[in-house]
């Protein structure tokens, strides 16, 4: 079977999951479908995928994506030699669609009941994930010398990994949520802030439930940046968060050309992902001849 005829499903359209559709449509693989929620989480939205949920379209380095409703839609935007995003069920997709290969790549760091039942190829992005158990191979994300390797089991769950050190600043780049509720914002990606401006707020929901048991009626709050810098990522206005969400990324270069570029750590973890699967195909035309032989 030829590259391009594979159906690639892809679970989670964030920064790793775009990166990895991304590179495996250069590398010619031109049946993907990518399933994201409604509300996607993804900050560094320029490079993401995701944000097709909202504007119908989006673009990434060159790459075109497009919603689909259903599956018909989905096979009409891969023969315009586009990346097909849905919000559909995952069962839909796998029972009706049917994929030759599923990807991993929502990060949740723990297994939701991914085994390798669900099509011929399963790889996930890890952490969490076990190879022979859980998948077929496992890419390792945490960042370091091994990130983008094919590993047998990449461990238990892992606290989150904080972005990556620029200038000397590690956490005091990310912002998150510290209640949930919905995060409103007026800046935009690339917007230039000092320390300690307010990018955005919080404005948490609460139901007659929440008011009995003493809820303060001052249910917002002010999110604001700790260094100064460019804006890398940030949730779109009016998106939902929970407790510990990421809101947005500063990076006190400044402006650079990262802002619309896909970072390397996504690109070696791509890689990765490209080399499992190619390792996993090449084994199965090897079985398959050696029967055809016997």
Aim: negative net charge; contains cysteine; glycine residues 10%.
């Amino acid at each position: 079977m030829k590259l391009g005829d594979y159906r690639v499903l892809i679970r989670g359209g964030g920064e790793l999951g775009s990166a990895t559709v991304h590179h495996l449509f250069s590398q010619g693989f031109k049946r993907i479908l990518l399933l994201e929620v409604r509300h996607p989480k993804a900050i560094r939205r320029q490079v993401c995928f995701s944000e097709a949920v909202h504007d119908g379209a989006h673009v990434v380095q060159g790459v075109k994506s497009r919603l689909a409703r259903d599956l018909e839609q989905v096979e009409l935007i891969h023969k315009l030699g586009e990346v097909a995003v849905s919000v559909m069920d995952l069962e839909t997709a796998i029972e009706d669609w049917k994929p030759d290969i599923f990807i991993e790549a929502t990060m949740l760091r723990q297994n939701w009941g991914l085994s390798t039942e669900i099509a011929p190829y399963v790889i996930a992005l890890g952490p969490g994930y076990v190879s022979g158990k859980d998948c077929h191979r496992v890419v390792e994300t945490v960042r370091g010398p091994q990130v983008g390797a094919v590993l047998e089991d990449t461990g238990d769950e892992l606290s989150d990994e904080p972005p990556a050190e620029i200038m000397g600043f590690t956490k005091e780049r990310a912002l998150k949520a510290v209640r949930g509720g919905i995060f409103f914002t007026q800046l935009d990606i690339g917007s230039e802030v000092e320390r300690g401006e307010r990018i955005g707020s919080v404005v948490s929901v609460y139901g007659i439930d929440d008011f009995r048991r003493g809820v303060p009626v001052d249910a917002s709050y002010s999110v604001t940046t700790r260094i100064s810098g460019v804006i890398r990522g940030l949730l779109r206005d009016g998106s939902p968060v929970k407790t510990g969400d990421r809101i947005a990324d500063v990076d006190p270069r400044g402006m650079t050309d990262d802002i619309d570029h896909i970072s390397d750590k996504s690109h070696r973890v791509a890689e990765g992902v490209l080399e499992a699967l190619l390792g996993l195909i090449n084994d199965a035309d090897s079985s398959t001849e050696a029967e055809l032989a016997n």
